[in-house]
Nanobody, 120 residues
C-alpha cells in the first residue's frame, strides 16, 4: 500500500480544512488508519486513528471535539476533517496505515506529509 496525503494549506484561526489520504493497492481495508503531525522543533505525535471498519476511532486530547477522522473503504481513502483550527495545529500532517491500539495507532506504513498552517 502506498499513501498519498493532500488537502493541506493556509487557513485562519477558527477555519476548517479537510485532509485526504488516498491509498493504492487492494489491501487498504485490512489496515487501521491514522493521522500524525509534526510541528517545527517537535516530535511527531498521534492525532487520530480509525479501525478497519470505521469504529472505533481515537483522538489526541488536543483535537477532540474539533477533528473527525473517517474512511471510505471502496475509495481507499481516509479523511481528517479539521474544524476550529488553532495556530498550535500548525504542522506537517502524515497519514499512516497500521494497527489500532487503545488510544492510538501503531504505524507500519507512512505517507508523505501535507503542511497545514494556521494563522492567528
Amino acid at each position: 500500500v502506498q499513501l498519498q496525503a493532500s488537502g493541506g494549506g493556509l487557513v485562519q484561526a477558527g477555519g476548517s480544512l479537510r485532509l485526504s489520504c488516498a491509498a493504492s493497492g487492494r489491501t487498504f481495508s485490512i489496515y487501521a488508519m491514522g493521522w500524525f503531525r509534526q510541528a517545527p522543533g517537535k516530535e511527531r505525535e498521534f492525532v487520530a486513528g480509525i479501525s478497519r471498519t470505521g469504529i472505533p476511532t481515537y483522538y489526541a486530547d488536543s483535537v477532540k471535539g474539533r477533528f473527525t477522522i473517517s474512511r471510505d473503504n471502496p475509495r481507499n481513502t481516509v479523511y481528517l476533517q479539521m474544524n476550529s483550527l488553532k495556530p498550535e495545529d500548525t504542522a506537517v500532517y502524515y497519514c499512516a496505515a497500521g494497527s489500532l491500539r487503545v488510544g492510538g495507532l501503531a504505524p507500519a506504513l507512512w505517507g508523505q506529509g501535507t503542511l497545514v498552517t494556521v494563522s492567528s
